[in-house]
């Protein structure tokens, strides 16, 4: 295939808006650069810290790609190049597994007793600063973040990292001490609701190496549908 087949414009225009590709899509619609050869292409954010590899580029286009990442960039892959980008970049990936909600309602329902709401400003005592700079990048993307406030406080967080035009990729965090109080679930919850208003059903991904993520998906009846590799490189 010709390279013009992985071009910005005909991935736009041919790449499918599923589970598997919601978050390229996210890319490609939000000023993602593409650098692609005959046989793929490699979706990159402005910043170049969130990549996503389509069809089965070389190994030179990956390298270049790679090279000018950023540190700690996240390179997404589906199966089939996988090996390939561990090759190039030397690291291993982790494989996840991608949940949709089966029949688009939560399992659970929401505890009046615990109080959620939007959260309007960056957190900056929040302690995990990774979430933090996610949250930064949603107000940028005027993307709305939900929480479960204790004391005056954000102990449990859901955003979405990405919108496709038919889904939004899941992220969820509760401070270490505030875990296991069912308080991820009264998040998820609120955004879920903001998110559906909007026309938009929920992806999660859950890697294999976070079992906790993978049993709270399942208590909310989301349902595996696709598989994916996520790699950290540089």
């Known amino acids: 295939m010709a390279s013009d087949t992985w071009s910005k414009k005909t991935l736009i225009r041919e790449l499918p808006d599923i589970p598997q590709w919601s978050l390229t ?23 170049r810290d969130f990549l996503s590899v389509v069809g089965m580029p070389s190994n030179e286009t990956l390298a270049v790609a790679f090279k000018s990442a950023a540190e700690e960039a996240t390179v997404l ?25 089966a ?3 939560p399992l659970m329902t929401v505890d009046p ?4 709401g939007p959260l309007v400003s960056r957190p900056e005592a929040y302690p995990d600063s990774d979430v933090v700079d996610e949250i930064a990048e949603a107000f940028d ?28 990729d899941v992220s969820i965090d509760t ?4 875990r296991r109080k069912g308080y991820a679930v009264q998040a ?7 998110m559906q208003a909007q026309g938009l059903e929920p992806v999660w991904g859950a890697a294999l190496s976070n079992p906790p993520s993978v049993r709270l998906d399942g208590k909310l009846g989301f349902t595996r549908v696709a598989d994916i590799w996520e790699f950290t490189i540089n």
């Open 113 to 116: 007793k615990v109080f959620c």
């Open 188 to 194: 998820f919850l609120h955004h879920y609701a903001l």
């Open 103 to 105: 029949d688009r309602t």
């Open 175 to 178: 401070v270490q001490v505030h």
């Open 77 to 101: 892959g589906h199966a089939g190049v996988a090996e390939r980008i561990g090759r190039v970049s030397g690291v291993a990936g982790e494989y996840a597994h991608l949940h949709t909600l």
């Open 141 to 168: 993307r005027h993307s709305e973040v939900s929480a479960v406030w204790v004391e005056g406080e954000p102990v449990s967080i859901c955003y979405s990292v990405g919108e496709s035009e038919r889904y939004w």
């Open 25 to 47: 899509r996210f890319l490609l619609l939000n000023d993602g650069a593409v650098s692609c050869d005959d046989h793929g292409a490699v979706v990159a954010n402005p910043d």
